[in-house]
Each structure stands twice: as structure tokens, then as C-alpha cells.
């Protein structure tokens, strides 16, 4: 900066004072932060005599760069206003924040491109939607909120909700049979549930939160929580599920895999899952990431494994199954995993190469001995496959640089290999895979078609709902009986040897 203006300094002595000035509020603007930057800018600019100039960083600070919506900002400073006016006139705001279901997965499989198109082309339905007074902002990410004021009744909130996720139905997703972008909202009124623009959006978020809960697609309003008897502490997952693990509640459902060419079982893979008393089942899209932000992934994953190996070493079908086993980061980075895992597969006389450890993609890429810890399982006998393959995009020139055995193509993948496009992709892995003679497996294979045309590629295991979603183990070990003649007592099912 001091350099910048010396040299406009050489070029035009005569503006001397401009140039010093500019120096002076760029420099503080860069030691303030957030908002009081901007408008120390903003002032000296306008002191300069730059309106012009000043106006348009106003426009930048207070507008989303990619979809022209306001911003955080600007959002804030509407909301205060909407209450005032709320207080003033003896009506209700309603504050929608709203989310895209499986935008990530679009984003991971498409693109960045694909996904931004996606999030402007959402945000004009919803902005279209809109009565004069409202206001849409964007929130950050995949994340929305409206403000809606001048309401009587929290119902109409509701009404307004729906008709906003009702209409991206139908303008951006109703010729496609797999409409896989829903929205969740979460709604909160002020004065009913909140009367600050802060605590109204954290209860509009608790809202939203409990609408993932729910499987996600549906609409929560806060104050209906509250008297369902849903409240604040009853929508702390966090405290839940840390109860939940120390109490070994967390449980492992099986789901096969099966051999592309002759329909057989080939593996089952443990998946976790949690049933809260209240809520019922939670989803592990939710559970999993909270579980490793509260630091509990390791003692999930190991209670899974524990589960795990004792329910394979029991099911009678253990030298003709393999089973999957997912490895978390932590797990695979803990020094004692390789050991403690030998050990727990000869306690239940379980032989390495049946034991397939999933690992995904940007965990053995990462750093921190994770490509160490991988060879020396490998040298161990286990068998390592890497899962959710292609959403990390330096997945494909990078894959000689691991250690492993297989690889599961994405879900994200398989679904659009009806397409074209989708299935140039998918081949493009399997000769890759073959090339570097690896085992290939799709995940989430959900009709017939799908299959037949992954068979056709040269992917060799199947699996997805088509053939059986994951299911207890005693609902296993019937679906095992039927695949095998194995002994009645033996079997995934409870009765033990
Ligand atoms: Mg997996």
C-alpha cells in the first residue's frame, strides 16, 4: 500500500492529500473487521468525494457475490427493522431459514458449477415467490432465509413455507423421476418464539435442525415444537448422542453386497444407526458428522467394530462373507488401530483377508501417516477398499499413490449412469480400476436398469437398495438363509453357538 502510494504519489504530487487519505482508511480498514471496516471505508471514500465509488462497495458488502441476494448483513439490519415495525404495529415476523437436501452431494458429483447454477436458479423461484416487504437473503453455503412481516397467525407462516418449497418442486425438479433436491425449513416467529433478531434466528435454525431430524423434506415451525413438548433441550442432540454412545446405544444394521454376474451375497457392510428414544431413528448424515465434532467418532467406530465382528463370527457363514467395516480418520490415524484390530479378528477367529476396511478417499490422501497406517494394514492381510469413490476430484490421478484393493464408486455416481454423461463416467473408473487391477463395487443401486447397465460397464459387486437396504441382524441372517442352505443355528440371528 505504501508502495502504491508513493508511486501515485511521483505520478500526481499535486494530489498528495487524496493519496494519503486513501492510505489512511485502506490501512484501517484492513486492522477493523466486518461491518465497522466497510463503513469506516465507506465514510472516508464518501468524504473524498467518491460517492460513486462508494455506493458500489456498499452493494458488494451487503450482496451475496453469486446470486445478487442480500447478504448476512443486510439481512440483519432488515430483521431489526421488521421487528420494530412488529412491535410497533402489534403484527408478527415470520423468519424461514431453509435448506437444500443433498445439495453437497450435487456439488461433490457435478461440480462447483453445476452446484452454483443450481443455488441461483433456487433462489430466483423462491425470490419470484415473494410478496412486496419480504426479503430473501442468502445465508451461506446451501442456506436461505426469508423474512416475512405484517403476518397475524403462525399458520400463515407455514402456508408460506409450503407454497415456497411447493413451488422449486415443480419450476426446477418436476420432469425429473429422481427429484433429488428437496427443501427443509425451519420457521420461528417473532414474538412468539423469540423477540431479538439473534434469538430468532437460532430458533428458526433449531427448527431447521429438527427438520433434518425428521428426514429431512418437511417443514418444522418452532412454536409447534415447543408444544408437541419438542423444546430447546429436547432438540440437543449433542447431549443425546454423547448419552447415547457412552450407554452403547449405538447399533449396526448389515446390507449386502452382491456379485454383479450370479445375484450372490458376496459381503455384508456394518453401518451404524441410531435410534433415539424420542425421535426414533436419526439419520447418520446427521449423527455421524456431529459424532466427530464432539470428538465421539473413535469410541462409535470401535463399539461398531466390537458389534460388528461378533455378529459376523457368529453367522456361521464367515469364510464365505466378507464384511465392511467403515474406518473413520481418527480411527485409522490412532497408533493402536492395526494391533487392536488383529487382535479383535483372532479373538473371534476371524481370517484378515474377510475383514474390509472402508476407507474414504480424502482420508488416505490426507497426510498424518494415514498412507503408512494403510500399508501396514494391508501387510497385515486386511483388505482395504476406498469408499464414496469420485467425490474427492484428485481421486482419479492420484489413486496409484495408495495402498488398496477396491473401490466403491459414489452413490452420487451410480445414480445419473442412465445418463450419457453419467455412464461415460462410470466406465471411465472401471478401466482405471482395472488398469490398476482393483476390485470395483457401486453403491446405492436402486432398479434393475441401473444394474444391467453397471454389469455392462464391468463393475463386478453390487449394491443398494435394489438388492436389500441395510437391516438388522437377525433380518441379515434371514436374508442369508435364503441365500445359503447354512444351518438354522447358525445364521447372523440371535441364537448363538
Ligand atoms: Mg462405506
Redesign the pocket.
Known sequence: LVVACGLAAYWRPDLLPVWLALLFFIGLNLFQSGFTRFCLLEKGLKKLGLRAESDHIREMAMHDALTGLPNRLLLEEHIEAAIDHARATGTKVGMLFIDLDNFKQINDSQGHKTGDQLLVAVSRVLQAQLRAGDMLARWGGDEFVVIVPGLREPKQARAIAEALAAEVQNELFSGLTDPYITLSIGVALFPDDADTCEALLIQADKALFFCKSQGRNNIQVFSDMRHRGVGYRDVDFTTRLSAAVKQRLIQVHYQPVIDARTGIPVAV?ALARWQDPEHGWVSPALFVPMAENLGLIHEVGYQVLERALDDFSHCGLKDRLQL?V?VSNRQLLSKTFVRGLRDLAAHHEIDASRLKL?ITESIALEGGGARERLRELSAAGFVISL?DFGTGFSSLSRLHELTVDEI?IDSAFVRRVKTRQGRVIVKTIVSLAQALDLGIVAEGVEDEETAAILREVGVQLLQGHYFGPPVSNDQCAQFMHCAFPVPRHAGFGPVRA
Open positions: 457392510e465392511g467403515n472402508e469408499d466403491k
